[in-house]
Structure formats: C-alpha cells, structure tokens
C-alpha cells in the first residue's frame, strides 16, 4: 500500500517562497514518476511539475517553470516542491500524486497516469 503525506502549505505574501513535502512509504521512490497539481474552487485539478527517474526528465506547467524545482531525496523517500516568488493565482490545494514505473516528461502532465494521491497541503498567496 503505497501512501504519500504532504506538509510545507501556508499563507505566504506575494514574492515569498514555500518548501512542500510530500513523504512516501510502501514502495520505493526510485521507481516511480512523482508529481504535483494543485486545485482551486470550482477548477479541475491541474499539473504543476512532475519528476520521473526516466534519465531525470522534469517538467512544470509555463506559469511556474522558472519559479518552482521539483526534487527528490531517495535516502528520505521524500519529494519536495520548492516554489519561490509566489503569486496570489499559485493558491490552492497541492496534492502530490505517485505513478508507477519511469515515464516521459510530455505524459508526465497527464494526471490520469497518478495511481496513488495524497490529501493535499494548502497554499495561500496574499498579502
């Protein structure tokens, strides 16, 4: 039983920084494509950055890339997503999501490929 624990959500002010985890236990990190979306009221949910062990590859939706890094720590069977220079539109419910197996980083975006979700940690953005 896979499961993935996120933490690191909060109100921050726009042009702040947040680090969110997300722990995983029941099946080794190295072998599975790890994601983050985020969801608003009323929204779908939404790709926001996605890591699989497929020769590294990452990707961000366009309105992040350059402000967020996604990252793993295998020894912590952690994944992080570091977000810097937080604007309000980046509020929202962040869930971490777990695939099994490497993939690329176009079907990375997909989050029908997400076999095992967390409960989300909540980031607020305002002033």
């Known amino acids: 039983q896979v499961q993935l624990v996120e933490s690191g959500g909060g109100l921050v002010q726009p042009g702040g920084s947040l680090r969110l985890s997300c722990v995983v236990s029941g099946r080794t990190l190295s072998s599975m494509t790890m994601g983050w979306f985020r969801q608003t009221p009323g929204k779908e949910r939404e790709f926001v950055a996605g890591?699989?062990?497929?020769?590294?590859?990452?990707n961000y939706r366009d309105s992040v890339r350059g402000r967020f890094t996604i990252s793993r720590d295998s020894a912590k069977s952690t994944v992080y997503l570091q977000m810097d220079s937080l604007k309000p539109e980046d509020t929202g419910l962040y869930y971490c999501a777990a695939a099994q197996g490497p993939t690329t980083a176009l079907s990375m975006r997909d989050k029908r490929l997400y076999v095992y979700w967390g409960k989300g940690t909540l980031v607020t953005v305002s002033s």
């Open positions: 890591s699989s062990t497929l020769r590294g590859a990452t």
